[in-house]
């Protein structure tokens, strides 16, 4: 925010506009010079009770009044500053995607040292992880309530709870009339999950 002058900006204000929670704001059309434009940007504070990671609060603020974390928005979306910041905290969700790929999926592997292989990987990967996704679209997806922050349409799960709803079920190993069997012991909502999982696929089919 240095660059464009916002901090300043921000040094100067006497006036916030409230908003829920402790938090404030205010508006301002920003001329950047190096892009020869003008943006809406909408500045955000946040009263925090720690000391933040940002390094020019504390020359804005007594630190007895407490810290203030800021953001700042600019978008070109015609959204008061209330929703506006309920969309910016939506956008948030996809860190959780992100988090799935690399924590369950082994996007964060580098597996060799060739680049058209680790291509291939993070391509099937990503491949992986989009038919997981549209495989519970078409069968367990529930839609999601529309909100302001206008995250996900469904409720969708990771990899890592459908493989122990689906996958990893207690069985035991016996051998009633000489030769080996498995038997699992599957409780009845899994079991009810698994044939309303099977009737999706014969429609989507």
């Known amino acids: 925010m240095k660059w464009l002058g916002l901090v300043p900006m921000i040094r100067e204000r006497q006036r916030w506009h409230r908003l829920r929670g402790g938090m404030g ?72 995607t992100f988090a799935e790929l690399k924590g369950q999926w082994a996007l ?18 990503v491949l992986g992880h989009n038919l997981l996704r549209n495989f519970q679209l078409k069968t367990v997806a529930i839609p999601h309530p529309r909100s302001r922050k206008r995250t996900f349409g469904f409720l969708l799960q990771s990899l890592k709870t459908l493989r122990f709803k689906l996958i990893h079920q207690p069985a035991r190993l016996l051998k009633p009339q000489g030769y080996s069997v498995l038997r699992f012991s599957v409780a009845q909502p899994v079991q009810e999950l698994i044939q309303r999982i099977d009737q999706k696929l014969k429609i989507a089919a």
């Open 25 to 96: 704001y205010f508006e301002v059309s920003l001329h950047v010079a190096a892009w020869d434009k003008t943006l809406r940007v909408v500045v955000y504070r946040k009263l925090v009770h720690h000391q933040t990671k940002k390094n020019f609060q504390l020359d804005l603020f007594d630190p007895d009044n407490g810290y203030y974390e800021y953001s700042a928005v600019t978008t070109n979306l015609e959204l008061q500053a209330p929703a506006l910041w309920d969309f910016m905290a939506g956008r948030g969700a996809q860190e959780k």
């Open 108 to 125: 964060d592997a580098v597996p060799t040292r060739h680049y058209s292989a680790n291509s291939a990987w993070q391509q099937i990967c």
